[in-house]
């Protein structure tokens, strides 16, 4: 059980990485990711918000050194919301919204 854990959480950060790259291509598009920190007891709301290259989250603490992990819990990515930049949550500003993890792995889709 530990192993799979381990290996949902490396596929999260490898996603991570490659929409970022995506993303430095397309420096007119954000990605909006929703998810779910796993704690103890608990569930937390995840938010990270990608654009040109570059993941930031507004809901916990992310790391920027590419050797550690993103984020340093244990988390779920749920859906995935892509808008033109600059980011505005507006009808006219949204694109497009998935929760299939591999659906922005193709640069078709960011367009």
């Known amino acids: 059980m530990e192993e799979t854990l381990l290996s949902t959480k490396m596929e999260d950060i490898d996603l991570l990485n490659k929409l970022e790259k995506i993303s430095s291509l397309i420096p007119n598009r954000v990605l909006k990711v929703e998810g779910l920190i796993l704690k103890e007891n608990h569930k937390e709301h995840l938010e990270i918000i990608i654009f040109k290259g570059f993941s930031s989250s507004t809901t916990h603490p992310i790391e920027i050194d590419l050797e550690k992990k993103v984020i340093e819990f244990r988390y779920v990515l749920t859906n995935f919301k892509l808008f ?28």
């Open 84 to 111: 033109k930049a600059p980011f505005k949550e507006t009808k006219n500003n949204f694109i497009r919204e998935n929760q299939n993890s591999v659906f922005f792995l193709n640069k078709k889709n960011w367009i």
